[in-house]
């Protein structure tokens, strides 16, 4: 059974910091790339992140770049996304993506809340 669970989302002030888990289960979690997105209320979800299949590239988006860090563990089935200098437009549900050819798998999320 494909899982994907997602950890350590919270509250955190604004200039805060927080790091994201994303352990997965049930496919072979090295040959996927993974993607983090998140959907704030009341808009679309969006792409937050990227990481190749063995970690030799990512993508961000925009907003993140030099505040985000994806990172992924193949030894141990877990991507992360490093979080810095957070700000309320940061507050979201993070969902965990694995894709390979079209294939994807999603977790359930994580809240994320920025705010003093």
């Known amino acids: 059974q494909v899982q994907l669970v997602e950890s350590g989302g919270g509250l955190v002030q604004p200039g805060g910091s927080l790091r994201l888990s994303c352990a997965a289960s049930?496919?072979?979690?090295?040959?996927?790339?993974m993607s983090w997105y998140r959907q704030a209320p009341g808009k679309e979800r969006e792409l937050v992140a990227s990481?190749?299949?063995?970690?030799?590239?990512?993508n961000y988006v925009a907003s993140v770049k030099g505040r985000f860090i994806i990172s992924r563990d193949n030894a141990k089935n877990t991507v992360y996304l490093q979080m810095n200098s957070l700000t309320s437009e940061d507050t979201a549900v993070y969902y965990c993506?694995?894709?390979?050819?079209?294939?994807?798998?999603w977790g359930q999320g994580t809240q994320v809340t920025v705010s003093s």
């Open positions: 993506n694995a894709d390979r050819s079209g294939t994807a798998f």
């Open positions: 049930g496919f072979t979690f090295s040959r996927y790339a």
């Open positions: 990481i190749s299949s063995a970690g030799l590239w990512t």
